[in-house]
DNA sequence: TGAATAGTGTCTTTCAGACAATATGCC
DNA sequence: GGCATATTGTCTGAAAGACACTATTCA
């Protein structure tokens, strides 16, 4: 038992963070993956990540990797789980903080950074063989993303700043794999007072417009 | 950007889990605290916890901190949340991985494990100063465990194999801190199917003996 | 029979879910 | 007017919450 521990006594495992950007575009629910390219994996897909640096929190060091592979800088990021199997890493010992991320598909236009990595949105129903243990990370953030659709406004990250409801009304069914009533929808989400009405819809559209609305917060409202 | 990462490169942050360990005794919600008897807060209550090593998972990192400082095994052991602000410990880098744990204070006696160190229940709202970022956890991990409360069985840790509904009745009130209907209560617990009756209550008590329950399920079934 | 706790049912309100007709704007 | 989508309300069933009296055991 470590009755005098001594920090640098021990061998350290290495902390690395990887995120689960979401987006809903062409009707599915999709995450961003990067193709490696260094081992182990070298060539497969993998969540964007990295290491964490000494100076900075678990929050700070998934933005950093965020911004860096993708572009996108301070989205709400949320702390999933941390995975620690000791094999899930061939080279080392390495744990890895997990976190997720949502982006609007149309207000969002994918930047090269210059990195030459590729990266792409996949179907989280089609995803490829992903390296180290993404897939099951995949699985537990996708479950997680729909279990606070119920109970959270989260949803708001993955909506332009103004929307339609049956807009809404799609991104929830596409993240549920479900169909839902149109009226009893509306009368639920607007009951939460999340959303508020602004002005109409205007591109020249061949039927009646629709009514946008905007979320009355910019930000997540944190529950948990 | 790490183009090439070498996993050798990089300083590595220590790594450590800490455990909530909660149970209900005299009418309150308590965690167990260990007192350092190292520096740094040398003599401060801290949460039970120490350094995963190389070759357990984080999971059994948590059940042998638990076991080894407590003497208890093979608890329900949940994951919470990852801290890792680089200012949390004052001597090195150090992420911690916390997980909360839940014992029936009557089924379970504190075992000395020979270790020294001073172990002792407070309740959760009478915490001492706490070593670290241990009270923000222990919030942390109190606010969780009131969560789910509503729609989980996580509560059967916290009770013997067999009690009374009055018995269950004032964990719940214990931990929300509320005052429950008891018709309205029993209804509802009864309805979810969770917990089934026995035989009867037998120590001669000067009063009606109440009916005895116990859970149908003996494991914490998983919501998340 | 008195003390102490166990056990039980009704009514009201709220929320979820099923369900279809009318309104609007453009061509 | 015809097309395409937007918008709206009622009814029903289930669950949550308020509320108070009777039952049982032992001393």
Redesign the pocket.
Known sequence: MKDKYDVTKYDRPSVTVDVLLFTVEAGELKILLVKRNETPFEDSWALPGGFVRMDESLDEAANRELSEETGVKNLYLEQLYTFGNPKRDPRTRVITVTYMALVSNTEWKFKSTGDAKEAKFFAVDKLPKLAFDHTEISKYGVQRLRNKLGYTNIVLGLLPGSF????LQKVYEIILKTS?????F???I??TGLIV?SG???E????????LYCFKNKKVVITD
């Open positions: 339609t409801l049956t807009d839902l009533d149109k009226r009893n509306r009368k639920k607007l009951s009405a109409k819809k205007l020249g559209i061949a039927h009646r417009p629709a009514m």
